[in-house]
């Protein structure tokens, strides 16, 4: 990947988000750490994070209230659910909230490998889409009516996309 | 450790065995006064009614037998009156007879009767003037002062009966006078009679009644007596009153009571007497028949197998009851356990994430592809520093979770209940709350007072409590506890911010099997058996509740040091 997926990890067991960290780290990740959901969404509003991994059990606010935000507040994230408190009712219910996969704790690297792939994938295409769109939109604008109008539009078309 | 066990188990089995012959033994008495009370209480009331029945139906069977047979006699007395009357006023009548015609009318009498013996003729004077009968008489006699004289000169009637004597061959005796009165004198005739027949019906009548019958004069004389009874002219133990002339009575005779008729005649002042036979027995037992004997016990010998298989399956199934309970108690416990495994699987999950994603990092640090320069792998001791106090951590969780499920015998010990409360919230809750933002109060008294209880199930029933009042609060939310002492208890209240109970459901809220979870989340055992529970120590539980605020739970505990 000639860019580092970014990535944001939520986690309130502090060895546990270092550990996993580090290794993604050393796979070539742009790790960001949060041990708290307020954390989490300051943090997205620094940057542009590509996904997030969120654990669903934690102190203040809850994981799924953090999906909910995020998913609202920045719909190019992907989030992947990271949990020891797994249940196929919990699953059902962040999936239906736009999480894109739902792994256990203990994790098995492989598969958060691969899932993470996929995510950005699903990512790629969206903002390949979002791209796309954004372009036919601009150059809507562009064969428009008057330059105020095309000024106009194009804030709007900003404003769209925050 | 097995050994321990093995000797409390039969010391534990011991003290159930006599605690169940105790309950057998309770059954038997219950059921015993319930049915066979009853039972040899109206058995007593109908014997008595039946005895007292018997003793009227006899007491009346005496009364007719006495009037039956005065009525006899006093037939009989008239018939012979009539007999000798009609001789003394027949108009052929030889007045002074001499003594080959008395003989031919004692020839007449006779067949008028065999009951007479013997006649003699007086004058008016009294003095004797012929005779016919048996005796052969040389002189005769004077009767001027003799009472039957007397009397019948004096008497409106122109008959007399004379009592009983032991006359000709000592055999039993007695006269009818007649006079008649011939011009201003007065002459009579008396006959003597010996009535053999009478006597033998009379007697006879004893045989066939099971009783005594007896003749007796107005002074009390035996006039008429069986053998066995006595003898004529002795003196009858029994003198009716002369007022009444039909009636019953009862003497003590020789230490049992005698029931008697009695029936005046109406020709002479005697009183037929009809009693019981010695060898009846009267009072409670009178008529107790073998038979009836044999059937009563044959129904109580029933009924008490009876009672006796059924209070041991009673107690049997008490017995079987109580495991059953101490099997749901423990159910109940998995449950309230299962309920809390949620929470727990997570914390185990947690270390063991860490133990697990530690040792990939070594390996990824020892891999290299990674830069792994083949000498150490750099901040290992970290690593497995991490791993150490991630495993040790799932020690503590599973500890804590055994040593909450296993069977332990319940142990009566000394405790301080802020102590037992603070082990059971640190140890299962802290982290539990913390992570799903339910704030926790300890509101303790600091002087509580120690009890004695067993902390097993003390805390079972804590638990279960505090696990509702988590499920029924949406976080945010807080569960306060309390301790506090109110009249001889302990109360620990368990209050929570969260949904509150339903008027109607507060009264089902301890029932087994009734629960306000979606199917699958809830057994319902929970509240019945920390009911339960609390109910054999001796307290309690109770609930007040604001639906949409909050509920309160308060544990009880009776202060028995």
């Known amino acids: ?162 | 450790m097995p050994k321990e066990k093995s000797q409390g188990e039969t010391h534990k089995n011991l003290l159930l065995e006599k605690h169940y012959k105790d309950l057998k033994r309770k059954h038997i008495i219950r059921l015993s006064l319930m049915y066979l009370l009853p039972l040899i209480i109206l058995i007593v009331y109908f014997q008595f009614q039946y005895s007292n029945m018997l003793n009227d139906s006899k007491t009346m069977h005496l009364q007719s037998i006495a009037e039956n047979q005065a009525n006899l006699l006093d037939l009989f007395l008239k018939e012979r009156v009539v007999n000798l009357i009609n001789l003394i006023d027949n108009p052929n009548f030889d007045i002074p007879p001499d003594n080959s015609t008395l003989q031919d009318y004692l020839e007449l009498l006779k067949t008028d009767s065999k009951a007479f013996t013997d006649i003699d003729f007086f004058n008016f004077r009294g003095m004797e003037i012929a005779y016919a009968g048996p005796i052969k008489r040389k002189t005769y006699n004077d009767y001027s002062n003799e009472i039957w004289f007397i009397d019948l000169k004096k008497s409106d009637q122109r008959y007399i009966i004379t009592d009983v004597y032991l006359g000709f061959r000592q055999e039993p005796h007695f006269t009818i006078a007649v006079k008649r009165y011939v011009g201003d004198s007065v002459v009579v005739l008396r006959a003597t009679l010996g009535p053999k027949n009478i006597y033998k019906y009379m007697t006879s009548i004893e045989g066939l009644s099971d009783v005594y019958v007896s003749l007796v004069n107005v002074k009390g004389d035996y006039q008429l007596v069986s053998n066995k009874l006595g003898r004529l002219l002795d003196k009858s133990p029994i003198l009716p009153p002369r007022e009444k002339k039909i009636g019953t009575g009862e003497k003590y005779i020789k230490n049992s009571e005698v029931k008697y008729a009695y029936s005046w005649l109406n020709e002479v002042d005697w009183v037929v007497i009809v009693r019981d036979s010695w060898h009846d027995n009267t009072g409670f037992f009178f008529g107790m028949d073998v038979n009836i004997l044999i059937v009563s016990f044959l129904i109580v010998g029933i009924l008490v197998l009876i009672i006796f298989a059924r209070a041991k399956k009673m107690a049997l199934m008490e017995r079987e009851k109580e495991i059953v309970r101490s099997q749901l108690e423990h159910a109940s416990k998995l449950a309230s356990v299962g309920e809390l495994a949620a929470g727990i699987a997570h914390e185990i999950n947690n270390p063991l994430a860490i133990i697990t994603s530690e040792i990939g990092l070594i390996k990824d640090k020892m891999n290299p592809e990674f830069g792994f320069n083949g000498k150490s792998c750099d901040g290992i001791e970290d690593h497995l520093e991490n791993m150490r106090e991630a495993a040790y951590r799932c020690r503590d969780i599973t500890r804590k979770l055994l040593s909450f499920v296993r069977v332990d015998d319940v142990l009566m010990k000394e405790y301080n209940i802020n102590e037992i409360l603070d082990d059971l919230i640190d140890g299962f809750f802290e982290r539990e709350f913390a992570v799903s933002n339910i704030e926790i109060v300890k509101d303790y008294d600091p002087k509580m007072p120690m009890i004695i209880t067993d902390s097993n199930q003390l805390r079972q029933v804590i638990l279960n409590l505090v696990n509702n009042a988590q499920d029924a609060i949406t976080p945010p939310g807080r569960i306060t506890i309390a301790t506090r002492t109110e009249n001889h208890f302990i109360k620990i209240d368990i209050s929570d911010t969260g949904k509150g109970i339903k008027e109607d459901e507060i009264s089902k809220l301890f029932l087994p099997f009734f629960t306000t979870k979606e199917t699958g989340k809830g057994t319902g055992l929970g509240l019945s058996v920390s009911y339960s529970i609390m109910k054999n120590f001796g307290g309690g539980i109770d609930v007040e509740s604001i639906p949409g605020k909050g509920s309160t739970f308060t544990v009880s505990l009776p202060i028995n040091k």
């Open chain 1, 1 to 162: 990947m000639s860019e580092s997926i970014k990535l944001l990890i939520v986690d309130d067991e502090v060895k546990f988000l270092d550990s996993i960290a580090q290794r993604l780290e050393m796979r070539g990740f742009d790790v960001t750490k949060a041990i708290n959901g307020n954390e989490a969404i300051d943090a997205t509003k620094q940057k542009q994070y590509d996904i997030a991994l969120l654990d669903l059990k934690m102190p203040g606010m809850d994981g799924k209230e953090v999906l909910e935000i995020l998913k609202k507040d920045h719909k190019y994230i992907e989030v992947i659910i990271l949990t020891g408190h797994g249940s196929l009712e919990s699953a059902v219910e962040c999936t239906k909230l736009g999480a894109f996969g739902y792994l256990p704790k203990p994790y098995e690297l492989d598969k958060l490998l691969e899932t993470l792939k996929d995510a950005y994938e699903t990512r790629m295409m969206k903002k390949f889409e979002q791209d796309s769109e954004r372009i036919e939109k601009l150059m809507k604008i562009a064969t428009g009516s008057s330059p105020l109008a095309i000024l106009r539009e194009m804030r709007e078309l900003d404003d769209d996309e925050k």
